[in-house]
């Protein structure tokens, strides 16, 4: 498959036509949108987003394609040739598909529904997404502002008259229409809307498109599709359509702030000056320019969720399904059980100014719902996966000072954390999950999941001075414990009268039908990131868990024909491509030998990372899978969930430049860093010795210098107990 994409890469990347480089294309030298390549994830089970966007905008316009499984969650795969559509919504990296909402496809008569593509006609960068159709001969270009998308169709000389399909059933994955209407106001004027449930069970969208030319309806389909003709198709045809989940009014509202002219040459530019600023928060030196790719294109992942999800107006729809009208940013796509590990503590370092809204979105599903985020999608609570993960995800900002009324977010983490749903009421009765008493299944992994979320809460509480409250959740944060069996090494299911789950085969794995979820005993038995040095004296002794911890990355054994696909990306029974394990390496630095992780670390980000297609080893999971390289290839990493304590690895770069706000710098640089000289041999911070193997989040936003030496041998450094994370 590999040789496969690399053809089709080649072409995708030369075979742009003049056209495309005429439409706005013109790079600068320095740009930082010139080392991002969108088709990175596209091919195998990457799931991400193609097509034209700006930083964590609601509008993703791009191409979508039929459904024809899960490489379809967010509605396009590379190996695909035909298109329904050009929908303004998207997911990326999604194991779930949904959105594609308000779909756009030129049309060669009124009765096509779809049309065949090549891939060599293609092109895309940060911001901007053009294809060459054959039937119709068109030429497709597509940019973006956060709330309106911009089409510039130019339509071939044999073209008798332009046609334009805009369909209202069309969805990606498990969305179902449900209701949708049109209204023709003006001539040039076409609003609408539609409802639909699926993944998001009640979603709702309005949109406000406005032509550059009069358009006519051809042919109508009830209320959900429309064929428009164009007056004239001499001159480039330019459709600008907003969208809104509040209201048609609030559509149009956003139309006329975001994009009052018809410069489409002056959108793409301002996308790309979007985009550049936001990519141009790290400043890499590397003289590996294929790893420099990877590197731009993984921040820029991290970047398209989570999405803006309230009008210019202030007003958005709640969780509650009601409209709401509020003074701060309202976000959606929280895709909490991957974005927690890396995405949100790499967005408290590079996205300071984000970070009250974000806080200010979670206090307010919280107040609307009765609980805080799970997994949230265009305002509907999806419940999808396991734990608390927004708690997790609060109590960070929390502790790194973003939240003004830490009464209010603490309340929101407790009131969550002591609901009876979703096992809750299992785990206050018995302390634990007993596997024959949940038919739910996944004790072991919703347990420990629970586990690391009650740790955050736990810390907030001790901050406030809540010394019931902070005995409560640091016990229960302990209940890990229960699962751990002493004879296997190893957690596992048990029972209500204490029995562990047999029979048991720590390679097995049955999807969402064990005790783990999309994963095996072997990965899970580490997922305890809040209490490393617990887990550790859960062993007969720290050889005897090191012993163990070494095993996992030379171990193989058969999953079963019932294992879930996510379990990917193994070194081992390491499984990088799923977000459980992406702490695990790390752990090293906590007994002491941070030169194992250092070894595993530039093996995961060499071999599992590609600049290709098929160039992760998992889903994307809305940035997570990119974040994880980021933070890794800076040399930092947040193991626990909460409090921001980043452990050092083995950074890529020559040196990386983090601007984290304030006017402040924060700097990594490794002398003598080569393939070869992995291991870190001794360190400075601003200058001074320093000998510890990880940093607080204090000590990077202040702004300074890490400066690492390293060797192609493993050292004494970070190896005595009291430089230990």
């Not at 035909?82 to 308000?102: E, K, M, P, Q, R």
């Not at 062993?539 to 163990?548: C, L, N």
């Not at 079963?560 to 695990?584: K, M, T, V």
Request: net charge neutral; aromatic share 12%.
């Amino acid at each position: 498959m590999k040789c496969l994409n690399k053809f089709i890469l080649a072409l995708t990347m030369t075979a742009v036509s003049g056209q495309v480089m005429a439409a706005d294309a013109c790079q600068h030298k320095n740009e930082f949108t010139n080392y991002v390549n969108p088709w990175i994830g596209t091919g195998g089970h990457g799931h991400v987003f193609l097509g034209a966007n700006v930083p964590f905008g609601v509008i993703q316009l791009g191409p979508t394609e039929h459904t024809h499984g899960w490489d379809w969650c967010s509605g396009y795969h590379i190996s695909d040739s035909v298109l329904v559509g050009f929908g303004h919504t998207h997911l990326s990296g999604t194991g779930i598909g949904d959105l594609g909402d308000i779909g756009f496809l030129p049309v060669a008569h009124c009765s096509a529904t779809e049309t065949k593509f090549s891939h060599a006609n293609e092109s895309v960068r940060p911001g901007y997404y053009a294809i060459r159709l054959q039937q119709p001969n068109v030429f497709v270009e597509l940019t973006a502002t956060k709330r309106v998308g911009f089409h510039r169709y130019t339509f071939g000389a044999d073209n008798h008259k332009g046609m334009l399909r805009i369909d209202l059933r069309q969805g990606t994955g498990w969305d179902n229409w449900r209701k949708s209407g049109f209204s023709v106001e003006s001539p040039t004027m076409v609003t609408g809307f539609r409802q639909s449930s699926g993944w998001a069970r009640n979603q709702h969208v309005f949109f406000a498109a406005e032509f550059s030319t009069p358009v006519k309806v051809k042919k109508q389909v009830g209320d959900s599709i429309m064929v428009l003709t164009f007056e004239d198709i001499s001159k480039p045809v330019m459709v600008k359509c907003a969208i809104s989940a509040v209201s048609v009014e609030d559509a149009k509202a956003n139309l006329k702030a975001e994009l009052p002219g018809w410069d489409f040459k002056a959108t793409v530019a301002a996308a790309n000056q979007a985009w550049n600023d936001e990519l141009g928060k790290i400043d890499v030196d590397t003289d590996d320019e294929t790893v420099r790719t990877i590197f731009y294109t993984a921040l820029y992942h991290t970047m398209t969720a989570p999405s803006v999800f309230s009008d210019v107006t202030g007003n958005y729809r709640g969780a509650d399904g009601k409209v709401h009208h509020g003074d701060f940013t309202n976000y959606t796509t929280f895709s909490l059980w991957d974005t927690y590990r890396a995405a949100h503590p790499l967005m408290t370092l590079i996205h300071p100014e984000k970070q009250k809204d974000m806080a200010a979105t979670f206090q307010h599903i919280f107040e609307q719902q009765g609980k805080l985020p799970v997994w949230h999608l265009m305002g509907n609570e999806t419940d999808c996966m396991v734990g608390n993960p927004g708690a997790a995800v609060l109590a960070d900002m929390v502790l790194k000072g973003f939240v003004t009324d830490k009464e209010a977010a603490f309340n929101a983490m407790k009131t969550s954390a002591m609901l009876d749903e979703r096992s809750m009421d299992l785990l206050k009765k018995y302390g634990y999950l007993p596997y024959d008493k949940d038919s739910t299944f996944q004790t072991v992994a919703k347990g420990l999941e629970y586990a690391l979320a009650d740790d955050c809460i736990a810390k907030v509480a001790k901050l406030l001075g809540k010394k019931a409250d902070y005995k409560y959740f640091y016990n229960r944060s302990r209940g890990y414990k229960h699962y751990f069996d002493r004879k296997t090494l190893f957690m596992r299911g048990r029972g209500s009268d204490g029995s562990f789950h047999e029979p048991f085969n720590p390679f097995k794995s049955v999807h969402t039908a064990d005790d783990y979820t999309e994963g095996n005993a072997w990965q899970y038995t580490w997922l305890v990131p809040h209490d490393v040095h617990g887990l550790v004296s859960l062993f007969p002794s720290e050889k005897r868990f090191v012993e163990k911890f070494d095993s996992l990355f030379i171990v193989s054994g058969d999953m079963g024909a019932e294992a879930s696909p996510d379990i990917s990306g193994l070194i081992g029974q390491y499984a990088h491509g799923n977000e459980p394990s992406h702490h695990i390496l790390y752990m090293y630095n906590y007994v002491g030998q941070p030169w194992k992780a250092a070894k595993l670390l530039r093996q995961t980000m060499s071999e599992l990372y590609f600049n290709d297609f098929d160039g992760l080893s998992g889903n994307e999971d809305v940035g997570q899978m990119s974040a994880w390289y980021v933070m890794s290839s800076l040399g930092l990493y947040q193991v626990e969930p909460a409090g921001g304590k980043y452990i050092i690895g083995s950074p890529l770069f020559n040196e990386a430049k983090v601007n984290v706000g304030g006017g402040k710098t924060f700097t990594v640089k490794a002398h003598n860093n080569s393939k070869e000289n992995i291991y870190v041999q001794s360190a400075k911070l601003n200058g001074k010795p320093y000998a510890k193997s990880y940093l607080m989040f204090q000590d990077i936003v202040k702004g300074g210098v890490l400066e690492l030496e390293m060797g192609n041998q493993p050292s004494a450094w970070g190896t005595q107990i009291k430089n230990r994370p």
